[in-house]
């Protein structure tokens, strides 16, 4: 390997690292507020590449029918505990919540169905189709359980992963996608043609960053989650509620999602189910933060693709055998370099 | 139902089941096979997660390397399969440990994440080795052989698994009901009190991991011989969240409920390969896991418990007897009276800015009742953490018994002869009252894993669980050593966490506000126990907010304020001192 092939490597693990960190800082995010390691982040990253090529394709995404059936099922599920409860009166909003608004996006897609909209405008629709799945689906699968340990928490997401998976197959077919290109330019940056794909993706995710950044240290709805990741109880007696701080949470993780599919889509082919592996990655990337730091995770979650890049250089069957050996390592170096706090978990 | 009818039961059940193949249909064996495979990687799953509280994702892969460790000496190399089974267990039960070491300091969440990836890593590895046939696997695997007679038929190897699995049951029964399982029981709730029992909760933990992985082990054994072939698929992440699902909806913390788990998923599993092809003909291949999905997220909403302990609460109650008086465990001997027993120098403790504790000093004599005193806030609780270990000092030192314990983990404390107890009660709620007291003894015998799972630990465990009757006796609350901890009042768990504390037969007995939600009788009886206690030679060091109860029971009392020593002397001293009326009375105008 000379100097030349490393610096490419390492241009195309940063372009990797860059999209392991969105999906990482929604983790961080997600688990944060919520107390949910939420797997199945990586699969709603591909349903966005999936979403973006079936637009591409003039055909009908199976997002559409998806977000549809979820919205339904949550609709249900909040009139239900509604009535329970006797807010009947808040059930037209519940409505409006959970059922009207995630189906607009759904319903556009329907109405354009087999016309081809500009690039733009296919972005913007593929992102507002993808934006209500993550809230959905904490609504329906763990909102009855938001009290649970962390470990039953993340059993759960497991679970809700190889649905999601099914899911994807019925929905989207077995058929792996890759979309047009966002950009066409390259240039050289020390003598090291970088495509312009490259330079978005990594603009976008510290773009991205930036915006959560100024999110949590300039926003009241920011300090709030924050507020909640600190301490639940606390949040809750300020009149905060971690219910809606999760929708919120949930809701931005989806963005993250969506934001790094649409980035994956015209570099890598995607089928169904290739998001776990890109989850897992950008999750050791959140391990090497500790699931707490958002600039460690975004540092550790950059080295994880660079690693990658370079391990598929070297052998690439195992790439992922090298990748996820690293993890080694990292939690050795986190359980003997930072002091445990004492965990109560339930009896 | 008395012991001898529940015997009677099981060995009806027994019966019945060693009997299968001769009323059975030969797909129903196999399918007990595969049912009797599964229940063991449940068992340890059962283990793991029901019982001491960690959740692995990569059960599959454990069963994957032994599988793959078999096959690879008996249809590759040409060994026989008994040397197969050595290596797989070796083989898997290393990586476990390493797997464990690596992982199980951390919060229980990151063993499970790197479960999840060592899993995949694992299906990539055995996928690109040419060696192991990459993906398509090894076939012809040779069955095993007992004697010259190999067991090639479903029906023979029903004998093999399932007498394997009920000699693992028994074990693991076995071990449950010993030292060292009832350390893994109290894993669950956290750290503080297992270290304070002179427990190393990451040995424990460790152990239970392997265990898991030697019975995952086990079944990728009998699996790879039953099959007669291994491929990368059927050991993948998928198969170890089916196997988790296994272990939950049979009944967490059930050892039984692993094999009616591993009976009605793998039965399920059937019934909707069988179904779903009616109902949606073209899709149900990826129907399936959807279905299966969904059912077990509806499950951990609903009926998180599970179905054996559903069922057991229509059985009638177990009688047991009280255990028999035995031979008591060797003492420690006791210092002489009035010699200092442990010596506290400018013990000093700071949480960033904070100083909560500033170089304070006292001695504790042997043979006396020592209180530490002080309004809210004086940093006395801090000053019993860093004495027992929950808590490291940031300087100063702690002399206990000639040896320096300023830097001693709380486990080496308690073995040293420091016995505690909480301010806010840590019991085991779901255990006995007399398990509770054992955990206290549990420094104090000696038998492993190994001796708890084949029963050689039966006269150390008598002597032990004379000894916890007789703390329960002490205490007051022998009368029924079976209840649950969880069931007494509050006033009834402070006088448990005493018994269990004396368990350990300690030198000095550190109690943290025992009096504090106790009614006037209650603290009579409790200061009356201490005084038995002092006269019998024990040394007490206790944190209390209750004057009364301080003064008419100690010798002497050390007053801090502020993180800082106000004074120290007799009771009355102490009352006399205008330093102290001021500090807990406000100045005088």
């Known amino acids: 390997m000379n100097s030349q092939i490393a610096a490419i490597l390492t241009m195309d693990g940063v372009a990797t690292g860059a999209i392991y960190v969105l999906i990482a800082l929604g983790f961080v995010l997600i688990f944060a507020v919520t107390r949910i390691i939420f797997v199945p982040f990586g699969d709603i990253t591909a349903f966005t590449a999936l979403t973006l090529a079936d637009l591409e394709a003039k055909r009908l995404p199976g997002t559409a029918s998806m977000i549809a059936a979820l919205a339904l099922v949550a609709a249900l599920m909040e009139v239900v505990a509604l009535l329970r409860s006797g807010g009947a009166s808040r059930i037209p909003r519940a409505l409006l919540y959970y059922l009207a608004l995630p189906l607009v996006p759904a319903a556009v897609v329907w109405a354009t169905a087999g016309v081809m909209l500009p690039a733009p405008l296919r972005i913007a629709l593929t992102l507002m189709l993808i934006l209500p799945l993550a809230p959905l689906l904490d609504r329906i699968v763990f909102r009855p359980i938001a009290d649970a340990s962390v470990l039953l928490l993340l059993i759960v997401s497991v679970a809700l992963h190889f649905a999601l998976v099914g899911m994807g197959l019925l929905f989207f077919g077995p058929e792996g996608v890759r979309t047009q290109s966002l950009v066409d330019f390259s240039t050289d940056i020390a003598g090291t043609p970088v495509s312009g794909e490259t330079l978005l993706i990594v603009g976008s995710a510290a773009f991205f960053s930036f915006l959560l950044y100024l999110f949590f240290n300039f926003t009241l709805t920011g300090k709030a989650l924050h507020a909640t990741a600190m301490n639940r109880t606390g949040a809750r007696l300020m009149g905060i509620r971690p219910q809606r701080s999760g929708t919120i949470a949930f809701l931005l993780g989806s963005l993250l999602a969506a934001v790094s599919g649409i980035l994956i889509a015209p570099v890598n082919t995607i089928f169904y189910d290739s998001g776990f592996l890109i989850g897992l990655k950008a999750f050791v990337g959140a391990i090497i933060g500790g699931l707490v730091s958002f600039p460690v995770t975004a540092i550790g979650s950059v080295f994880v693709g660079i690693l990658e890049s370079f391990a598929a250089f070297q052998s690439s069957p195992f790439k992922e055998v090298i990748v996820f050996s690293i993890l080694i390592p990292v939690l050795l170096w986190r359980s003997y370099s930072f002091v445990q706090t004492e965990e109560e978990d339930e009896e | ?589």
């Open chain 2, 1 to 589: 139902m008395s012991a001898r009818t529940n015997t009677l039961v099981a060995a009806a059940v027994v019966l019945a089941l060693l009997a299968a193949p001769f009323y059975m249909a030969p797909f129903t064996i196999t399918l007990m096979n595969y049912i009797g495979v599964y229940s063991f990687v449940a068992l340890g799953l059962v283990l793991l997660t029901g019982i001491a509280g960690m959740v692995s994702f990569g059960q599959a892969s454990f069963m994957g390397i032994a599988a793959y460790a078999t096959a690879w000496a008996s249809a590759l190399m040409g060994f026989s399969p008994w040397l197969g089974l050595v290596l797989a267990v070796v083989v898997t039960c290393a990586v476990a440990a390493i797997v464990g070491l690596a992982t199980l300091r951390l919060q229980g969440h990151f063993l499970s994440l790197s479960t999840i990836a060592w899993g995949l890593a694992l299906y990539f590895t055995f996928g690109n080795i040419a060696g192991l046939g990459a993906y398509n696997g090894i076939s012809s695997i040779p069955p095993v052989s007992i004697g010259a007679v190999p067991l090639v038929g479903s029906g023979q190897m029903f004998y093999l698994i399932w007498l394997a699995l009920l000699a693992s049951l028994v074990a693991a029964r076995n071990l449950l009901d010993s030292r060292a399982g009832r350390a893994m029981r109290a894993l669950r709730g956290g750290n503080a009190l297992v270290e304070s029992l002179g427990i190393n909760a990451l040995q424990v933990r460790l152990a239970t991991f392997v265990i898991a992985a030697l019975l995952a082990a086990l079944s990728g054994w009998l699996y790879a011989h039953m099959s007669r072939f291994v491929s990368p698929t059927p050991f993948d992440v998928t198969m170890s969240i089916v196997f988790l699902m296994m272990a939950l909806v049979g009944g967490q913390g059930y050892l039984l409920g692993a094999v009616v788990g591993a009976a009605l998923i793998t039965l399920l599993k059937n019934w909707i390969q069988d179904l779903l092809p009616l109902i949606a003909p073209s899709t149900s291949g990826q129907l399936e896991i959807v279905v299966f999905s969904a059912l077990f997220i509806v499950f951990l909403q609903r009926a998180r418990d599970g179905i054996v302990p559903y069922v057991a609460q229509w059985l009638p109650e177990t009688r047991r007897e009280r255990p028999p008086e035995a031979e008591p465990l060797p003492r420690r001997a006791q210092p002489d009276k009035g010699r200092g027993l442990m010596t506290v120098e400018a013990a000093t403790r700071r949480f960033g800015g904070l100083i909560a504790v500033n170089e304070v000093g006292f001695e504790v004599r042997a043979r006396e009742i020592l209180a530490l005193i002080g309004p809210n806030g004086a940093g006395k609780t801090t000053m019993f953490n860093l004495i027992t270990g929950a808590l490291r000092a940031s300087g100063g030192r702690i002399v206990f018994a000639d040896k320096d314990i300023t830097r001693a983990s709380a486990c080496s404390i308690a073995r040293a002869g420091i016995a505690r107890t909480f301010q806010h009660v840590k019991l085991r709620p779901k255990m006995s009252l007399i398990d509770n007291v054992l955990l206290g003894a549990y420094s104090r015998t000696r038998s492993g894993f190994f001796a708890g799972a084949a029963r050689l630990d039966r006269g150390e465990e008598k002597r032990a669980r004379s000894e916890a009757m007789r703390q329960l006796d002490r205490v007051g609350l022998g009368s029924r050593p079976y209840d649950l901890a969880g069931n007494l009042p509050l006033g009834n768990q402070r006088l448990l966490e005493i018994a269990r504390a004396l368990a350990a037969d300690p030198v000095l007995l550190v109690l943290d506000e025992p009096a504090a939600g106790l009614r006037r009788q209650e603290k009579l009886k409790l200061a009356e126990l201490l005084r038995t206690l002092r006269a019998e030679g024990l040394t007490i060091l206790l944190v209390e907010h209750d004057m009364d109860f301080v003064m008419g029971l100690v010798d002497r009392i050390v007053v801090m304020e502020f993180g800082c020593k106000l004074c120290e002397g007799t009771p009355e001293a102490v009352r006399a001192d205008a330093r102290v009326q001021e500090a807990y009375l406000g100045g005088v105008a």
